[in-house]
């Protein structure tokens, strides 16, 4: 389940709205990202992990970068990239959990958040480029499920630079 957030600049009238987070079809979009990630989908990075790594991981949830040249916003898949730890035999995880109660996820071959967590350690973290203008981003950690009152919850307006604020507006899955 993810949530849904919302940032209005209050100077120029621009909007964004973004799901983030780990939706309900995580096993599907997982699949759906890894296959779009060997075509080259995300570039050459996600590529050549791949073909190195077969038995890589990546994490899926959505998260929200803003491009460093022309300041736009968007909502990617986090992609950072994870190889299995040591010993950990991923041959034997646990297909028969349930992802969900309306959702098994049986029929896909994906890693959870939570054995990513527990048997993947990070190879890299994933360098988005924006989806404009091809330039480097920046993750904006205001868009997150997390409610630690230390993450700045603001983000630079893309057309008029005002700090505007990021806004909880609900549920997604
Ligand atoms: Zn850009
Ligand atoms: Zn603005």
Known sequence: MG??????????????????????????????????MKEGGFGQQGKEF????????????????????CKKLMVVPELSLYVPKEGYDFTKSN????????????DYEYVSPIE??????????????????????????GFTECMDKSIDKRVSCPECGSMIEINFTGIWD
């Open 3 to 36: 949530i849904e957030l919302t940032c209005v600049c209050e100077k120029c009238g621009y909007e964004f709205e973004a799901d983030v987070g780990v939706g309900f079809l995580y096993p599907k979009v997982y699949v759906e990202t890894i296959d779009a």
């Open 50 to 69: 791949l073909e190195a790594f077969p038995n890589g991981a990546i994490s899926c949830e959505n998260i929200v970068v803003q491009c460093n040249d």
């Open 95 to 106: 297909r028969k959990k349930r992802w969900s109660s309306g959702f098994s996820g049986n």
């Open 116 to 141: 990513l967590n527990d048997h993947y350690q990070l190879f890299e973290e994933y360098d988005h480029r924006c989806l404009y203008c091809n330039g480097h981003t920046s993750v904006v950690p």
